[in-house]
């Protein structure tokens, strides 16, 4: 009956875990692992887990503003049918403007609620099936040519499929990174690279990609400020490397933008950008009306959010890339349940109902938190 799907309790947590080194990228270092968890619980006893890993630089909080804001959430939808995700966000987004990264956590316990409820893993209650093996590439963060060639072998040798490198200072730099990766691994290997913007302009962006051309890389996130979106596609029509949309494409009101700018041939979406699955499934559908490809992606979720990712990617076949490597940077793994890492970078999703994660208890026992 409708009455014990209603939302009984809400717990939030903050999740600290330190990095095995500093991640680095062009916005910035990342040395510490600072999530928020939330467990939503109804009154017939089922509890679906949702994870969000606020980025000050990117979606503008914190995991600080996510605890506050998450108990206004709290509040909010205590009470609620937990199935009806639709008019749950609603009321969530009726609360407070954008915070896409705390609304993403509870979205995502949301669905795992509903997925167990109906009794079929998250993949499928998304539409989703295995027809597909997924691979995660694993990502170089900036450094010197020397060290960013030393990781680049390291994953190689590792068996994953591609490597992620980051880029995004200038043209002298960034050419001599590129470089020395490809002195190191080869040719062959696939080879994506991620700029997060910091190639700021159209005129500067579009001199690195030309002067990388000679690399095989396999595509650019993000090559130049997100505000300038309006100039992505004159950067895509000059690119001889094919051009992702990631920081300026947020929610599917973003997406759509883009597609009618024709502003790039794929989208990296991820979850706290869109607000949660709920979105992330109207870009998918935006996308694949326009045939375009799309990488699933995300922050520095744990194994607990990459699984919610690993599900999405299953839905859709113009979902062609992953990127769920930073759970292999944490020092401690705190998920129980969730996608295993398996050799040469492949992916396996849970089949049980639902999300099929969860933090193990110890974890949350010790994390500050609150209970509404």
């Given at each position: ?14 999740l ?6 500093p ?32 980025y ?7 995991v600080?503003?996510?605890f ?8 909010v ?7 009806d ?9 009726k609360t ?6 705390i ?50 072998v390291?994953?190689k ?27 190191g ?5 696939p080879?994506?690279?991620d700029a ?6 159209a ?20 090559p130049i ?18 051009i992702?949309?990631d920081e ?6 973003d ?23 709920l979105?992330?499934m ?13 990488q ?10 990459m699984t919610a990712g ?56 010790q ?6």
């Amino acid at each position: 009956m409708q009455g014990t799907n209603l939302i009984q309790t809400i717990s939030i947590y903050k999740l600290f875990i330190p990095l095995k080194e500093p991640f680095v990228i062009s916005l910035g270092p990342i040395h510490e692992v600072q999530n928020i968890v939330v467990a939503i619980t109804t009154k017939n006893g089922i509890t679906g887990f949702g994870e969000c890993s606020p980025y000050l630089t990117i979606n503008g909080e914190s995991v600080d503003t996510c605890f506050i804001v998450g108990q206004y959430f709290a509040r909010v939808l205590k009470g609620k049918n937990a199935l009806d995700i639709a008019a749950c966000c609603t009321a969530m987004d009726k609360t407070i403007y954008a915070n896409y990264s705390i609304k993403s956590a509870f979205d995502m316990a949301l669905h795992d609620i509903a997925a167990q409820q109906a009794g079929v893993p998250l993949y499928q209650f998304l539409g989703g099936k295995k027809d597909k093996i997924l691979t995660t590439d694993m990502t170089v963060s900036i450094g010197t040519p020397e060290k960013m060639q030393q990781d680049a072998v390291q994953f190689k040798n590792a068996g994953f499929p591609a490597v992620k490198v980051k880029l995004g200072e200038d043209l002298e730099k960034d050419v001599a990174r590129i470089k020395a990766i490809r002195e190191g691994i080869g040719i062959a290997i696939p080879l994506r690279i991620d700029a997060n913007q910091g190639w700021q302009t159209a005129d500067n962006a579009i001199a690195v990609l030309n002067a990388l051309a000679p690399y095989n890389i396999e595509h650019c996130e993000e090559p130049i400020a997100r505000w300038r979106f309006m100039e992505l596609s004159t950067v895509s029509a000059a690119s001889p490397i094919p051009i992702m949309a990631d920081e300026s494409c947020g929610n599917h009101h973003d997406a759509q933008r883009l597609i009618q700018l024709n502003a790039c041939p794929m989208f990296n979406i991820k979850l706290g950008k869109t607000g949660g699955l709920l979105d992330a499934m109207k870009i998918v559908q935006l996308a694949s009306a326009a045939n375009m490809h799309l990488q699933i992606g995300g922050f520095m979720e744990s194994r607990l959010g990459m699984t919610a990712g690993a599900h999405l990617a299953l839905s859709n076949e113009h979902i062609v890339h992953c990127d769920f490597d930073t759970p292999l940077m944490f020092t401690e793994d705190p998920v129980s349940g969730g996608i295993l890492y398996k050799a040469n970078g492949i992916i396996e999703v849970p089949d049980v109902p639902g999300l099929g994660a969860a933090i193990k208890e110890e974890y949350l026992q010790q994390a500050e938190q609150v209970t509404i």
